[in-house]
Structure formats: C-alpha cells, structure tokens
C-alpha cells in the first residue's frame, strides 16, 4: 500500500479549520508551484484547465486521462513540500472509477481534490447553460470518494456547476446535499452576482465555502469574500492567464524587433533563477562524489 502524505493532509485540514479566509493560490505546472512555496504561500492548488492547457495545449473538456492528471500532480507535489489540492473533474467516470481516482491522487502526494458534477464529456467551467447530473448522482459520487480516502485528513471537495443553467436555488440544494453526503468543502462555480453570492452563503450551513475569482468578469477580494462568508479562495486562471500573456508579449516584441534587449527587465536574474531552482542544492549533491 503506497504511503500516504498524512503530514501535508492534516496541516491542509489545519488550515482548513483556521479562523479566517483561507488563500490558495493556483500553479499549472511545478514551476509555478514552486514560485507560490517560495512567496510564503502555505497551500496551492493545481489548476484542471492551466494543466491542461500547458501540456496539451487544448481546453478544458475532459481530453486528458486519470493517469496524466494524476501522474502531473505527482511531479507538482514532489516540487515542493506544501499540500496542494488538485482537480479531480467528475472523478473519471461513474462510481465505479471514483475509489480509484482518490486513491490514485492520495498516492500521488496531494491532500484535496474537488470532483464537479457536470456531465460527460465535460465543458470548460466559464460556459453558459453547463448540464449537470442529477444530483443523487453527485451525492453517490461524493459518498464514494468519502469511503474511499484511507487518512481522513484528506479533504474532499463537492463542486456544482449548476448555476448557469438551473439558477442559485438549485445551486443551494446541491450544496446541502453534497455536504449531507460528507464534502468537507463547497464549490459552487461560476456564480458572479453579489446578491446570489449572499444568498448562497446563508442558504449553506455547516460546511465552509470555496469562490473562484473569475478575471476579468470578477474581481472580488480577499476581504469582500470574507464578508460575504466564504471560507477560502482561489484565482482558478489567473496563473496560466498571466503566463500566456507575458509569452505573447515577448515573442511579439522579439518578432516585431529582432532583439530581446526590451524585456531584461521584466525577466527573472540568473541568480535569482538558480536559487528558485534548487541549484545549489543539486551542485551540492554532485560535491558528494568527491567526499
């Protein structure tokens, strides 16, 4: 039986437990990981869709198998040494994948998945009028994936897609339902209006809540989130949204000017990229040699 990141779980379930908001930022890739850990940040979470995008180059519809997102996670999670939570999609099929797919993420080093419960094949999460299971569906899921989990420390998020085409009442309800079936966090996506944002907030008890800021069509802080009631946050775009841009910028200043002079300013030192990368350390494992 693989051994199991029960000290990264519990403090993720620590952190979980804190007064206050709780920031996660989002990586795509270990690079990025490796930024947030180096920042100060205590937790990250790997993003489906920058993922995706940064190995396949496609959107975020269900292209990549169980064992590739699993197998990414497990090269994130040995980049760093924070709890990551990943995302599980609809978990890789019908209860019967489910037990395998949480186990494969527990083994892989990470302490928290979100599974969603939109139909197969999925769509990217920003699409208007998204088709959802029905919700016992989701509910049999989320059981599973509860049982399935050998530390109880790892934590288990329950995420509805069902705003765009069903509205904030039956967003509400599946929450309820998806915390009567042991989620330990919500994740009602791709809700922007402030009013049904408060309304989620006190029609969902006794399980904290996850916002996704959406940029641009939402720009909500830190502190308006926390007034609103949620619990914790992450930017589910924002990373791969800003690494996509700052390639454009420069291979377009280097296409338009035949020179990369421009842009030194705006590029990580020599040094300071060695010591992100751990070269030192690596230097000294080669030293080893010579002892």
């Not at 040995?78 to 599980?88: E, S």
């Amino acid at each position: 039986m693989p051994t199991l990141d029960r000290e990264r779980n519990a403090a993720f379930r620590d952190m979980l437990n804190r007064p206050g908001l709780l920031r996660i930022p989002v990586c795509s890739d270990a690079l990025s990981a490796r930024i947030i850990e180096r920042l100060g940040f205590g937790i990250a979470s790997i993003s489906g869709s920058g993922s995706i995008a940064s190995f396949l180059g496609k959107p975020d519809t269900g292209l990549a198998t169980a064992t590739e997102i699993i197998d990414r996670a497990r090269q994130i999670a040995a980049a760093v040494d924070i709890p990551l939570m990943a995302d599980a999609d609809t978990g890789y099929g019908n209860i019967n994948n489910i037990r395998r797919t949480i186990q494969g993420f527990e083994a892989a080093g990470i302490s928290a998945v979100h599974l969603e419960d939109q139909v197969a094949p999925k769509q990217p999460g920003l699409l208007a009028g998204l088709a959802v299971i029905d919700a016992d569906e989701m509910v049999d899921k989320l059981r599973i994936a509860c049982k399935s989990r050998r530390d109880p420390n790892f934590v288990i998020v329950g995420r509805t897609d069902a705003y765009s085409a069903h509205g904030i009442d039956e967003v509400i309800r599946r929450c309820n339902l998806y915390a009567d079936a042991g989620a330990d966090l919500l994740y009602p996506h791709n809700i922007l209006d402030r009013d049904d944002l408060l309304k989620l907030t006190r029609g969902v008890r006794g399980v904290p809540l996850l916002h996704d800021v959406v940029e641009p069509h939402s720009t909500y802080s830190d502190r308006d989130l926390e007034a609103l009631g949620f619990k914790a946050v992450i930017h589910g775009r924002a990373n791969i949204f800003v690494q996509a841009q700052a390639a454009i910028d420069l291979w377009t200043y280097y296409r338009d000017h035949g020179e990369t002079k421009g842009f030194i300013d705006r590029m990580i030192s020599p040094k300071d990229w060695n010591e992100l990368m751990g070269a030192e350390v690596e230097a000294n494992i080669r030293a080893m040699l010579d002892d």
